[in-house]
């Protein structure tokens, strides 16, 4: 702890006063900086894909707003405090999964949300960094790699909020936090014959899950995926009309807020999940290949925050975060391009959407937070 | 110790994570590339036909209809008009749920099973994401309804259009005739031409003129390239090609004579049918009773239809182009002209009547209406409608004459006029009867087709025809009802000439005139108080065979079984203008009732300022004679 008081101050001593000012703050610049181009560009796309309504832009712009606040929030908890906490966080998370089960408030046969006064939130959200703390919290006290006993112990924390989403139903989300306590696992050195058997395990599970786990719709969009063009008007509109949008782009687009796709309202979904489709309209290829340069610069700070930090409990959680991060982004595009099925998966801090962003801005609020503390050490 | 230990650890651990990062780093990096390559497949190299979808997707071409032609009567009295009407169309393929936008829309506008009905009929006939109507003249009222609810009702729109509009109603409905909408039949028979013609045309010509010139009335149809949101609103107008207007008609119709005709025949069923002698030209044309043609237009509803349909009175009949009557005593001037250009009788050949014929060997008594006494000539029997005197020229002449003579006036065969579905009549040869009866021609068979009974039938526009040949001395036209389309006149077509001596047609002329204005004609009152002279022949046809030696009781018969009342005629008899046809349907006597009807078209025709349009006939007449 002396050695921990120690640093701060020659920290604060030997750099110049910003820097200074966002080390007391904990916050990490490049990263920081990165995610307001980010918001930035976001708030852009999507004042164009509200087809010029300042409304939409405005109300999003709010969101960013108390994100970033959330975010600097996130930062400044200690890691051991994450680590104390991580068990409540984890029975809070899944009691609220409960809730929603039981009292949720529905939109297209789904239940999802949870009113409390005038505010609407989505629990699953706040999830998607409850598990991979709970997991990353998990293993590290234990020694790695995992044994058997360890890994079913963190499958199961995986499994039982995951059930609960599924029964939202929100597969989307399902996967994606599934996806992020496996990630925890995966760094924590799972073994690879354990992943081969896994990945083995469900490619023999394809044809029940096909046959028994998958609702109607659910199904209807995996064959969608495989011939788009069978059902024009129904079930391949949204991605028929995603492709003509991206496609009729080309390499320099038809530019800002010129996009006949999303402004003649073909495009479906243009604020949300589609809103890639907008930005590859309107600002042809060079434009997702520099949002996509963006997301990649971000998803390598977390990865140099992760490979930096000082315990293992950082590493793994800055991990999971990150590659959790990019595979938001890689399914939101990969189905608005149609090589994946369409599954509910927002773009980070672009599509529209309030709890989404504040969850990433927690997310890249403990980034910092493991940041600030493999900076104190290293001193 | 512990120290060490939990160092060594960090250090693997740390390793393995190391490791794990990387490996996962690898995977981001081919992830994106996938993400990349997909990218620039679907942005460079497919490019051109994403960009063709997108356009497709916004630029639609649309059809824009042409407006139809209008009708006008040689007055130019409008005959069919386009008057704007607010159709409220459904886009199947942009409404999710059919049923509850219908509800919604049954809350706005008035809306009724039948509308319903119709439209989910015509739902399976329409062509991709073209407008299906569901109900035509919206009210100002209903169209702000709609407009106000817009935002619940995507894929509805109000259309303004053009709907076809007959403002003489009945007067007209059987020449005239009425458009309607196109229906799956007429869709199935379009090929690729029509269906571009029709693109943005939802009705075609069902009945009368305009299904006879449907070509020129519906005019060409032009295109507009027009931006659409999703919704198929349409945002712009890109590109357009202004449609070309169908061809307006003019009429030989007179729409005042057509009424005057009509309140003569006042509620008695049949048919008048009036020709200019000197072009074919068709002045009245009336079957009656008639019906609203407008109740066709947009769609007539089952009740309507059926009751109209179901009427003893027939009024979708058209009696002057298809009902094919006895045409009775109304032949006996043309058959007189046969005879004696034949030289079967001349003008002193006489003949003893003694109320009845008997053939040679035959003890049937083929009855005269009654005895005409012992003298009988041509004239006379012309005047008296002598039936013994034609009796005898039909036994001495035979059918094959009889026959030719019809023929060249027009009998037996279509008249040509331009309206569709005209029936032909018959009058009977030998060659009809052993085909149609496997019989041979038997003596008494000429007795019944020269009294125009028996076999013989005819519309009552061939007999006006007939009888503007006899009124032309021999030149038969063609009957035309349109007279000019676009400013230019139809010309006069000239079938074929009669070649009768002039003796002759003076001689049937007097016999006619002598119908009308001999102390004992027939058909006095097609006459009565006219300062010009009209020549006519009456004729009763009978329905019902009457028993030999029993006598035609009037009382006894029902109503639709008493004998049908024919006249024709034409005048003035010294420069003949006009030529008429009448039947009036169980009228009883031709010269009571129907010549009546017959005065009152000449007395309106007459009254009208001539106009001058003898020197083109004229000269058509000497081109035709060239040729």
Redesign the interface.
Known sequence: MANRDYAGQGESGSLRRPASLSRRWHIDMPLLLLLLLLSAVGLGILYSASGGELAHARRQAVFIGVAFVVMVAAAQLSLEAYQRWSLWFYFGGCCLLVAVLFFGDGAKGAQRWLQLGNFRFQPSEVLKLVVPIAVATYLCRR???PSFAVILGALAIIALPVALIVRQPDLGTAILIAASGM?AL????LSWKWLGGALLGLMVAIWPIWNWGLRDYQRQRILTLFNPDADR?GSGWNIF?S?????????QGKGYMQG??SQ???LPESDTDFIVAVL??EW??WG??LL?LLY?LI?ARG?YI??TARQ?FG??LA?SIT?TF?VYV?VN??MV???LPVVGVPLPLVSRGGTAVVTLMAGFGILMAIATESRRTHF | MSDNLHFK??F???R???N??LV??VG?IA??G???A???N???V??D???T???E??IQVRPVPPTRGLIYDRYGALLADNRPSYTLSLVR?RINDLNATLELLAELVRLEDSDVNKFNKRLPQRRPFEPVPLRFRLSEEEIARIGVNEFRLPGVSVEAGLVRYYPHKELLAHSVGYVGRINAREQKDFNEEDIRRYSGTQSIGKVGLERAYEKLLLGEVGFENV?????GRV?RVLERQDPKPGAELVLHLDVDLQQAVLDALGDQRGAVVAIDVQTGGVLAFVSQPAFDPNLFVTGISFDNYRALRDSPDKPLFNRALQGQYPPGSTIKPMLALGGLAAGVIDANTTIRDPGYYRLPNDRHKYRDWKAHGNQVDVLQALIESCDVYFYDMAHRWGIDGMHDIASRFGLGTKTGIDLPVERPGLYPSREWKRGARGLPWFPGDNLNVVLGQGDVLATPLQLAVMTATIANRGKHYKPQIVKSINGSEQPAELLHQVEVKKEHWDLVFEGMEGVVNHPRGTGKKAGAELDFKVAGKSGTAQLVSIAQGAKYDSKALHERHRDNALFVAFAPVDNPQIAVAVLVENGEGGGRVAAPVAREVFAEWMSRPRENSVDTTETELRADVDG
């Open positions: 020694s790695l790699p990630f995966y760094l924590a050195g008007l009309q492709k003509a949008a991206i496609g009729s782009g080309g390499l006949t796709q003649l309202d073909f590859a309209e042809g290829l997702v290949l996509l990649l998803i990865i992760s490979f293992l590493c793994l991990g590659l990019f890689f595009i990969g391009t149609g090589i | 650890d960090h693997t651990e740390r393995l994570f190391r794990r990062m996962a780093l981001v992830m994106a996938v993400l990349v997909r990218l620039y679907l942005q460079v497919n490019y036909s994403y960009r979808q997108s356009d997707n916004r393929e931006e659409t949101n999703a919704r945002l």
